[in-house]
């Protein structure tokens, strides 16, 4: 389970399942993922249905993000994806986040997706990562660049047509190199 100073990035509980429909309810929070439609609380927890899955089928993934001081509370979630929804990108690896709007601005998607990026590079050996933005997304944009990530080609989401950019970083860019075996 990674740490950062502020954050744990743990398991998925069942208790998180509200808290998580009530961000993906969030049209603010939603604006910039897939159609920008919120969820209903029958397709967020299909999604976290979906990011457990990948856990399982894929040995990593989505980290539920919750406070040091609250463990209980989930924020959101921040973490390593397929993005199999944009097949031009594959075979990649995504770094995301999806954060509730009281965590915003509080610099914890950055110190979340760093732990990400460690854990991605260190831990699981990967040569590369992507983050998959919404060119409008200033907010994610600026993650990207504070984690050292460079703007890629452009994509066009094969569902909504929604124009997206792939944000791109090497283990060697990132810093990181694998552990030893």
């Known amino acids: 389970m990674p740490t950062t100073e502020r ?26 993922v897939g159609d920008g439609a919120p969820l209903t609380r029958t397709q967020s ?24 001081d609250e463990l209980d509370v989930c924020l959101g979630f921040v973490g390593l ?3 199999s929804f944009l097949p031009a990108v594959l075979p990649a690896v995504e770094v ?16 979340g997706a760093r ?7 260190q ?3 990967l040569q590369a990562l992507i983050s998959i933005i919404d060119p409008a997304n200033e907010r994610s944009i600026r993650v990207a660049e504070k984690l050292g990530m460079r703007r890629g080609p452009h994509h066009l989401h094969p569902r909504t047509g ?20």
């Open 45 to 68: 927890d299909a999604l976290l249905d979906a990011v457990e899955a990948h856990w399982h089928e894929h040995r990593f993934g989505l980290w539920c993000a919750a406070a040091r």
């Open 115 to 121: 732990a990400s990026l460690r854990h991605a590079f």
């Open 81 to 83: 994806a397929v993005p």
């Open 96 to 111: 995301g986040w999806r954060l509730a709007r009281p965590a915003w601005g509080r610099g914890l998607a950055t110190e």
């Open 162 to 181: 929604r124009r997206l950019v792939a944000y791109e970083i090497s283990s060697h860019d990132a810093g990181f190199s694998p552990e030893p075996s």
């Open 7 to 32: 954050l744990v990035l743990r398991s998925w509980r069942p208790s998180d399942r509200a808290p998580f429909a009530r961000l993906n309810a969030d049209p603010e929070v939603m604006r910039f």
């Open 123 to 125: 831990g699981l050996g």
